[in-house]
């Protein structure tokens, strides 16, 4: 994975999430969002090289731009050699590393073969089926609903979804951008788990991204979330990169 890649990735996280605000500052992106999802509003550096400021120098910028705005700061930092000297900086000034993460990448002809169906709904819109999902039975109404209008704000995605009558039962959002097809947003009920429908989902995405003459499909998944791991290995999905977030516990 080479740096054009992993800029390329990150502008299309945030692209993909709606962030309601972007700038680009000396090799970082800062996004300004208040919704719930942190990859919307975490500071991100375009690359895992070295940049022109000193980490105590960026850490101080970037603060500031966030201040400015009125919002927390939070960093994302892949955990590479390279980031060391920024994430030194960070733990000398008293931040926190929590909620390990891994960006996960997958061609999406071997994405296709993690279920035999593709016959999932396809809808250039999110409607409120698909948005039921983040709504429902064990889900932070709050969180969820940030989600759902965050998603909404996609450039250029995808909403797919398996339905049972006008139901939906899982779904995800397939957002184009930057030369990739990113996963987003993924979902089954609780009471449908177990069936493969969410490998129906993939499938479904798999072709969606083909048809666009796109291969390479990325996605992030917390460390923690051993089913959603599980599923993407068996999609195809490959280890790029971890990241944790940070945040100073003022």
Known sequence: MNDCDVKAIERATVAALGAQAVEEHGGWLLPFDTGTIARAKAAVPLGHGAFDASPAETVDFVQARYGARGMPTLFRLADVPSLGPMRSALQHKGWIADRPTWVLTARAQAMRRVSESASATVDPAADDAWAALFLGEGVDPVDGASRVASLRRAIDARYVSVRDG????????????????????????????????????LATMAEVARARGVERVFLQVEENNAAARSLYRRASFSDA??????????
């Open 166 to 201: 006008g139901r939906a039962v899982a779904c995800g959002m397939l957002a184009f951008g930057h030369g990739w097809a990113s996963v987003h947003g993924m979902r089954t009920d609780m009471a449908e788990r177990g069936r493969g429908l969410a490998g129906r989902v």
């Open 241 to 250: 990169w971890r990241y944790r977030y940070w945040q100073h516990p003022d």
